[in-house]
């Protein structure tokens, strides 16, 4: 899982800053993909998306036989790589169960993701219809609301547009979750589904899809939209990108060429680590009305990730947050999706037992995400010191005291979920200090990444570890130092002195300069402010002004009313503050302004503010050596 929280979603805790100022005033693993033939007890599911009413889809289920009077079926409370319990049941609606004859049969609903089926011996199908997660969302963010997350969650846009988060759709049978599954999806001829699955019907309308068991078919989200896909290879490896643009604004051709350069480069920083013939990336584009998605990041599957982000984005943009948020998916093949817990090996959809080892999971996969850019020459060294001091001061707001394997094991209950992005900030720094204490013992020749491909051998998809074992494992095939590292700063609830690491590496403390936002003094204090009786976005009447303000002569007081031909007010200033962050030093601006109680327009070039921040750089030339290999293997 990513939720957007590196660039992007930094200026968009900018934005969320900006409303609240204004508000006073007016984002596993499964076996072989594929399996050939329909055992004879199997669970058969159909989805009709041809016959979509009411925005709701019916889905069928052929159960296998049973002999017991009484059976459960379950939907998902929470699924692997969420770590948020988002009772997928609440979607559903209208459960009905059949005999043979088509007669119903009693069934009752336990809980908001359980129902308990009456003579089950006779049971020959169940139906229900689903309604979509996108429709619901707010937009509140991730833990602040009961929206799914985006990219877990599902869309049903009949005849345009269905995200099949499978999980989203069908459940289990308690009891029968190793059942093998044949799922069949009906579909307008216009639409096309893409997945890592591969379809054994030749039919225009109609895919066929087998899967060995629950667990596995949840893993594998199928994205039906116009076709608009493209496919490449890294090495042995198929890669498939289909995109869903609401405009058409862009393109499965117009990302790949970025992606894969991205995703060769990390296979050549992975090296023999290595999990599947095919991986398909889906993403979807949210047009941010009020039915769409509106949570931005990426959930990891062993084959496959869901990509959800807004298409009011510029290219450029959306091709870095690209690089980082499939990258970081991609990583998840490593760890949890190779090595993992026995709490992910034996995933329970109902009562989920969380692992101690996000640190890991999510952490070492956002590590890698940023390391293998600048390994692979993606991004500079400088780039890569302010990335990790950026997510210095983002972990620094939050608990650093909180031990990170304890907060891990209770994410999902407070005040430990309150926590859970942490995982992406402190998670990657634990990480990366793992990373320097191999470096620093080894003299170079080792790194994390070494360790990782270690414990991909001595576990692997089928091997889980128990949580409890880890930290020694991890001891055994490193140094005593790293250890005691884990002990301390990770099990423990120490603080991580993150510049004792830093100097071990020969880079050290340094003020650093960092591009800012027109609209946001020092990240905190906008501004701009509401008038609200017209809605109008003013700039606020004492506050000094920034160079972008000044060099376009703007001034106290000004009523802003649109940038570049596009109005502007409260009811779309979001809006204006996604278009800013696509403005770039030297771009022509026009600015419609009212001064005075008269409009006039305001025409000049972009210049972004800059502003000064803590950070690091490398100044110990007597660690180079050691330095090369930490940042470029």
Request: glycine residues 6%.
């Amino acid at each position: 899982m990513y939720i957007l929280s590196t660039y992007w979603q930094y200026n968009l805790d900018k934005m969320k800053k900006i409303m609240l100022s204004l508000a006073f005033v007016g984002f596993l693993w499964s076996c072989s993909p594929t399996q050939t033939t329909t055992k004879q007890n199997d669970v058969a599911v159909t989805i009709d998306l041809i016959n979509v009413k009411d925005d709701k889809v019916l889905v069928t289920v052929t159960p296998p036989t049973f002999t017991t009077e009484t059976v459960t079926y379950h939907f998902p409370k929470t699924v692997p790589g969420t770590y948020s319990e988002d009772d997928y049941g609440r979607f559903v609606e209208n459960v009905k169960a059949f005999d043979a004859k088509g007669n119903t049969l009693k069934i009752a609903k336990i809980d908001e993701n359980s129902y308990s089926i009456s003579n089950a011996t006779k049971l020959a199908k169940i139906t229900y219809l689903v309604n979509d997660t996108f429709d619901t969302e707010g937009g509140a963010g991730f833990g602040e609301s009961e929206d799914v997350f985006s990219p877990a969650g599902t869309n049903i846009n009949a005849g345009t547009n269905f995200m099949l988060n499978t999980h989203g759709f069908i459940g289990y049978f308690k009891g029968k979750e190793e059942t093998p599954y044949k799922l069949t999806v009906t579909h307008p001829e216009t639409l096309m589904g893409v997945s890592a699955m591969t379809d054994s019907d030749t039919s225009a309308t109609s895919d066929v899809f087998y899967m060995p068991k629950y667990a596995s078919l949840v893993e594998m989200p199928i994205m039906y939209s116009k076709p608009d896909f493209t496919s490449f290879m890294v090495d042995d490896m198929e890669i498939i990108i289909s995109v869903y643009s609401p405009t058409g604004k862009y393109t499965a051709k117009q990302i790949t060429p970025n992606m894969e350069t991205m995703m060769k480069a990390q296979k050549r920083f992975l090296g023999p680590i290595n999990s599947t013939k095919k991986y398909a990336i889906l993403l979807y584009l949210s047009d941010m009305k009020a039915k769409d998605a509106k949570g931005f990041g990426a959930l990891e599957h062993p084959t496959s990730t869901t990509v959800v982000m807004p298409e009011m984005m510029g290219l450029e943009m959306l091709q870095e947050q690209l690089k980082d948020v499939v990258s970081h998916e991609f990583f998840h093949i490593v760890t949890p999706l190779t090595i993992h817990s026995n709490e992910i090996q034996y995933f329970d959809f109902n009562n989920p037992q969380m692992s101690e080892h996000l640190w890991m999971y999510e952490g070492v996969t956002e590590y890698f995400a940023n390391l293998f850019q600048v390994n692979q020459g993606l991004i500079d060294e400088k780039e890569f010191f302010e990335r990790m001091a950026g997510k210095i001061a983002q972990s620094r707001q939050m608990n650093d005291n909180m031990s990170f394997t304890k907060m891990s094991k209770n994410v999902l209950n407070p005040p430990y979920k309150d926590q859970y992005l942490n995982v992406y900030q402190k998670g990657a720094l634990i990480a990366m200090c793992v990373d320097i204490l191999i470096r620093e013992n080894s003299n170079g020749q080792k790194g994390i990444l070494n360790l990782m491909q270690e414990l991909s051998k001595e576990y692997g998809t089928a091997k889980a570890f128990k949580d409890e074992e880890l930290f020694d494992k991890i001891t055994a095939l490193t140094y005593p130092a790293v250890g005691e590292f884990l002990k301390t700063h990770v099990a423990g609830e120490t603080p991580i002195p993150y510049e004792q690491y830093f100097a071990k590496m020969g880079v050290t403390e340094a003020t650093i300069e960092v591009a800012g936002n027109p609209f946001l003094k020092g990240q905190r204090e906008p501004y701009i402010t509401v008038n609200p009786s017209t809605k109008e976005i003013m700039i606020l009447p004492e506050i000094e002004l920034n160079v972008f303000m000044t060099t376009l002569g703007l001034k106290n007081n000004d009523t802003l009313l649109a940038f570049n031909d596009k109005s502007y007010n409260l009811d779309n200033i979001y809006d204006l503050i996604m278009a800013s962050m696509n403005w770039k030093d030297g771009d022509a601006i026009t600015v419609k302004i009212k001064r005075d109680g008269k409009e006039q327009m305001v025409k000049g070039k972009v210049v972004m503010p800059k502003e000064k921040q803590d950070g690091y750089q490398s100044t110990d030339a007597t660690k180079k050596a050691v330095r090369e290999a930490w940042l470029r293997g």
